[in-house]
Structures are given as C-alpha cells and as structure tokens.
C-alpha cells in the first residue's frame, strides 16, 4: 500500500489570530518573584454562599444535562435581573445561557455571520473577538478607540465602516482593555445606527457590576429589542470566572438560533454551575459590591502612581485594566513587556494583543492583592522612568 501524509489541520482552526499575551505568560511561568499584572480575573474566591449552592445542587442530583438554552428556572432569575437593571421587560425566552460569557459571544456572532460578512470590532478590544469573527469566516472591521475621545467610538467612523456585508458592531461596556464606560447617549447612537441599517448590536457587558465613574447603561435599555444581543455572566461580577457560566440576552426572533447552536457545541452550560449562578443571584449584591470596592482601591492605587507621571492616557472608569502609555520607550508592546518581565519581573499585556493601533500601550490588570499591586506599580514606574 503507497504511503500517504496526514491531510492537513482545518485552515481556520490552525490560522486562528496568536495571542502575543500567551508569550509573556509563558515567559512569566515558573520565573521566581513575578508580579502578575497580566491576568484578567478577579482574586477573590467564590463567595461561600455560592459555593454552597453548588454542593447542595450535586447533592439534589442536579447532575444531568439541562435544555440546550440553560434551567428555566435561571433564565427567569437572568430575565429579572436584565429587566431590573434595562428598565424594559425581558422574557425568560430571550435568554440563552452559555459557557461564559464567551460562549454568549459566540453564539451571538455565529446566529448572525456567514462567511464573507463584516462585524465591526474595537481597536483597541478584547481578543477573541477577532478570533470568533475568524473562525465564522467572517472579516472584523476594526473601528478606532481613541484616548482623545476617551477611548470611545466615533460614529462617523462607525457610519464610514458599515458596508453592506456589514452584519454586526461588537462593542464592550465597561471596556477591556480601556477601562471605558459609553454613555447612554453613545449607546442610544449606536443603536439608532443599527436600526437605521438593518445590522446587529453585540454589547459585551461582562464587567457591568465594575464601575468607578458615571453608571453602567446597558445597549439592552433602548427600544431595539429586535436589533441587540446584550452579553454578560458570572464570571466578574462574582469572582466566577472558572465555574464558566455567562448568558445572552437575544432578540426575540434569533433566541430559537442562537439556543440551537448549543446543541453541537457544548450541549449545554454546565448543570451545578448553573444552580450555582441561581445561588449568586438569589444571594443579593453585598458581595458584588465588596469586589467592585476592593477595585475602585485599587483603581485609586493606579492613578497615583502611574496618573502622577503623565503615563496613564485615561483615568478607567470601570472593569479592572489600565492602559499604560509606554511609548517613551520607543519600543513595540511586545518588546516593552518582555524587558519589562526580565528586568522588572512584572509581567503585563502587550497593547498590539488588543488591535494593531495599540502598540503603544501596555495593559495591567489590577486584580492582585494591595501590597503585591503596589510593588508591581513602583517597579513599572521605575521602568518606565
Ligand atoms: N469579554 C471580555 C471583554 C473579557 O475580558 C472576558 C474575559 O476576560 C470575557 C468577555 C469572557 O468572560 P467569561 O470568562 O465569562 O467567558
């Protein structure tokens, strides 16, 4: 029998966009000493009434799978938090719950692109959203978030960039990397735009329970049911991130898609976590807020010490990231984090992870303890002086 090679790994999964982040994380382990400014998670543990909740589920016997769009019994805990917090009447059955809120993501965007579509993406944005964007085969679009507009879109641009392959605009309220909250009046533009072109609004809301200026308005609080998918979840706002519970809140006529596109993928979000997010949002909010407040410290700690040398080009007013201005280095991202983590032994992101206009910035997350973050933020100022 002639021999053959091994036909090759699918162009899309093998061309998935690298994350130069995975660099300095590899770069960093093992390295004695190191400061983690890179990660982007809470460092509180679960709070215990959540996890008790969990235990009790396996006990009950909530072992098996649920419905492809999550327990009914947590859509309609979902749906009325969504409305409390919208101020509109969400029905349980817009609500898909996913793996995380990245799962809510993908399930948004997959329900909307085919292959040759365009979604508009933030520059600088969270990373997988390029990632999601390419493995639907889709093109993204990047649109500017600029410090001079206090790293918010313009809608001109917006307006120059939606083409008729145009499906979807991704935003991200609070922001990641940015810090950036949009206003209602931006998000009211934004969605007036969508209703005006027939395209979709995917509204990352994951950090909503993060804010330190202004409040959070969520893209689900206009009168364009049929146009938003609003994104959120556990993960944040209640130290969750590994228990991988999120949720999306869908336009009316696209929930029966994006609940079927659970089946192939993940069948469904894990059952305990489930009842533990149904623990978390029956616990109320005074552990939300514990978190929000350890932030806004630490927030604080940032910008005395890294504001003070002009290094910060926005003060952020929501989630857990700064963006670090580093271009008196004169050196990439990617090269500042590297000398950073060598001679400093802090390891932060490098800014081109989050869109290519982004070279010159870092990102650090301030999600380590008070003591830890403030040696790390003496070390970079020393670096960067
Ligand atoms: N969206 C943004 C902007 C994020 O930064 C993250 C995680 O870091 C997610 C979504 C994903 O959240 P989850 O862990 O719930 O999937």
């Known amino acids: 029998m002639s021999q053959t090679v091994p036909r090759p790994a699918s162009r ?18 093992g390295k004695p000493g190191v400061i983690h400014l890179e ?26 799978y649920s419905s492809n769009a999550g327990l009914p019994s947590l859509r309609e805990k979902v749906a009325a938090r969504v409305s409390r917090r919208s ?25 909307v692109l085919d292959p040759g579509d365009e979604v508009l993406i933030p520059d600088p944005g969270w990373p997988n959203y390029e990632a999601i ?6 093109r993204a679009v990047r649109f500017a978030l600029s410090p001079q507009r206090k790293f918010l879109p313009d809608m001109e641009e917006i307006r120059r960039l939606t083409s008729e392959r145009t499906k979807a605009i991704l935003i991200n309220t609070p922001g990641n990397p940015t810090g950036a909250v949009f206003p209602r009046e931006l998000l009211r533009s934004l969605v007036e735009h969508c209703r005006g072109t027939g ?16 409040e959070h308005v969520s893209a689900g609080a206009f009168d364009a049911a049929d146009r938003v998918f609003v994104v959120s979840g556990a993960s944040k706002s209640f130290a969750m991130t590994g228990w991988r519970l999120g949720w999306l809140v869908c336009p009316p006529q696209l929930a029966g898609v994006a609940t079927g596109l659970q089946e192939p993928v993940t069948s469904c ?24 407040a350890a932030f806004r410290r630490r927030r604080d700690m940032v910008v005395e010490v890294l504001g003070k040398q002009g290094l910060l080009p926005m003060v952020p007013a929501g989630a857990f990231y700064a963006m670090v201005d580093v271009s008196r280095t004169g050196q ?33 997350a301030f999600t380590v303890a008070d003591d830890e973050l403030r040696t790390g933020l003496s070390r970079l100022a020393d670096f960067l002086k």
């Open 87 to 111: 101020g509109r009447a969400v029905p349980a059955e817009r609500i898909v719950v996913t793996t995380g809120a990245v799962g809510g993501l993908y399930s948004a965007l997959m329900s």
């Open 199 to 214: 395209i979709y609004l995917v509204s990352d809301e994951v950090y909503e329970d993060i804010v330190f200026e202004g």
């Open 269 to 292: 979000a894990s059952t305990i976590a489930q009842k533990a997010a149904e623990a978390a949002l029956d616990g109320g909010d005074a552990c939300v807020r514990e978190l929000a």
């Open 12 to 29: 899309r999964a093998s061309g998935l966009p690298r994350s130069a982040i995975r660099e300095i994380m590899s770069l960093a382990a």
């Open 332 to 364: 990439d991202s990617l090269g500042v984090c590297k000398r950073l983590l060598q001679s400093h032994a802090v390891a932060a992101v490098p800014g081109i992870t989050f869109g290519p206009a982004s070279d010159r910035y870092i990102r650090i």
């Open 39 to 64: 990660v982007g998670e809470p460092d509180a543990p679960t709070p215990a009434h959540i996890i008790e909740g969990a235990f009790r589920a396996a006990r009950e016997g909530w072992t098996r």
């Open 133 to 138: 964007a390419h493995l639907a085969g889709a």
